[in-house]
DNA sequence: CGTTGCGCCTGTTAGC
DNA sequence: TGCTAACAGGCGCAAC
């Protein structure tokens, strides 16, 4: 379940393999890894070269010699893998794009909630994630305003957190993670914290953030493993999330976890009250 | 209009 | 032991 941390280490992977190649062929292997957006067809990105790639929140995206962008999402179960042409397909390969010097970047995805999809230039970003609000290390991310979002909201943090329109790239485990932090209930209301404590979250998201993007940095020396987007979740160093039953390492009360919005929640009832 | 809930999908796990 | 059912979750859209 790639979240800004893990998608940002596929993103500096990518880059590492990809900048400078052109895309020879382009094989769509399953009719959902397109997303119905896309403004054409893949194919259509046949003989384009890379030039840049880029990420806001959860949403990569391919610089090319082109007027669109080449956009891809994850999902929960995507991932990019380049391999030498002839390598044996993964069981859930979706997309096969031929390069240059005889390397395939790949696109497996076992859950198919991933996509690629060609969207036109809105300025810097795809016409697809104009919607789609900057992320905590964004310069455009505005700290004061997305509070202010935040409080003008009728709903529940824990909720108001995943929305990518307020701000984008936080997932269901960092979610937890950056209100256990931050010792604040999942449950409470958006319009009842003091800009404080808001302030108190985001800071704590940005923390928890930072120490994923250092791990998925450094766990691996390997530049190939990174861009298989393998860097994953290091499950040892999450403090709520999947810990129900296990002790807070704070106060050693047992970790509750309760649904909001059809997704399990992990908090500690005594840190974190409403 | 803003908020909530559902469906998409498949490997794994819990329960009968 | 073997089967079925529930579960996991990001996103977009439908419904309230």
Known sequence: MPELPEVETVRRGLAQWCIGSSIQEVHVLHPRATNLRSIAPLEEITGATIER?????????FELDRAYFLVAHLGMSGQFRIHSTGAPDEKHLRIRLVLNDHQELRFVDQRTFGWLALSTREGTAPEMVT??????FDPLFDRPGVVKKFRMKRTEIKRALLDQHLMSGVGNIYADESLWRSKIHPQSRTDELSPQKIERVLTATEAVMSKALVEGGTSFDSLYINVNGESGYFEHSLEAYGREHEPCSRCATQIRRIVIGARSSHFCPRCQRL
């Open 131 to 136: 919607g789609i609000a900057p992320d905590i």
């Open 53 to 61: 790639i880029s990420r806001r929140g959860k949403f990569l995206w």
